[in-house]
């Protein structure tokens, strides 16, 4: 059962190079989440998707594209990677806002 | 804005006493609450959630909710070195979409 699961764990990236991050699930959940994590920060919302099909803005959108591929799999796309996304990416997924959440391992991103 | 709000910490215990962790939320709408605890490097994993108020009780974990105070807590009983995390509280109002609102985690040292 491996839940949540994100690649790559690590990355280094120079300014301006393009990346995805992927995510699966296998939980059959209809929503998923992309977070990044700042020291001093908490967890930000970049972009969820509530179902297949369907993705909206989170409160950190700026320099990131998402696509929800099929129920299972929600990737986000850095189009021109900058410093400031320097940050531990997490993809989550839920069948409702009141199970919680389920989080993936993380995606270590540093941009140099 | 939806918030919910935690101290920073770090809250240190001694090994065998009870942690008391709390947190407030502004939105009178959330209807489901969730502590998770995240170990350094690690993402976050679902310890809790509580729906009505009062106390819940899972093992050495128990979380109270007070609606009317807007208030959770999570109390740790006979607290061990590895329950050393950040712990973040959370608040949901709807069942789907964006409205899933973390703290910013308290970090908790259990000393030996």
């Known amino acids: 059962n491996a839940g949540v699961t994100q690649t790559p764990k690590f990355q280094v990236l120079k300014t301006g190079q393009s990346m995805t991050l992927q995510c699966a699930q296998d939980?059959?959940?209809?929503?998923m989440y992309w977070y990044r994590q700042d020291p001093g920060m908490g967890l930000r919302l970049i972009y969820y998707?509530?179902?297949?099909?369907?993705?909206d803005k989170g409160e950190v959108p700026n320099g990131y594209n998402v696509s929800r591929l099929n129920k299972r799999e929600f990737s986000l796309r850095l189009e021109s990677a900058a410093p400031s996304q320097t940050s531990v990416y997490f993809c989550?997924?839920?069948?409702?806002?009141?199970?919680?959440?389920?989080f993936g391992s993380g995606t270590r991103l540093t941009v140099v | 804005q939806k918030e919910v709000e935690q101290n920073s910490g770090p809250l240190s215990v001694p090994e065998g006493a009870i942690a008391s962790l709390n947190c407030t939320y502004s939105?009178?709408?959330?209807?489901?609450f969730f502590w998770y605890r995240q170990y350094s490097g690690k993402s976050p994993e679902l310890i809790m959630s509580?729906?009505?108020?009062g106390d819940k009780e899972d093992g050495r974990f128990t979380a109270q909710l007070n609606k009317a105070s807007q208030y959770v807590s999570l109390l740790i009983r006979d607290s061990q070195p590895s329950d050393s995390a950040t712990y973040l509280c959370?608040?949901?109002?709807?069942?789907?979409?964006?409205?899933?609102?973390f703290g910013p985690g308290t970090r908790l040292s259990v000393l030996p």
């Open positions: 998707s509530a179902s297949e099909g369907t993705t």
């Open positions: 959370a608040a949901a109002r709807d069942n789907y979409g964006q409205n899933f609102v």
């Open positions: 939105d009178r709408g959330s209807q489901s």
């Open positions: 509580i729906y009505s108020n």
């Open positions: 939980m059959n959940h209809n929503s």
């Open positions: 989550a997924s839920s069948r409702g806002n009141s199970y919680g959440y389920t």
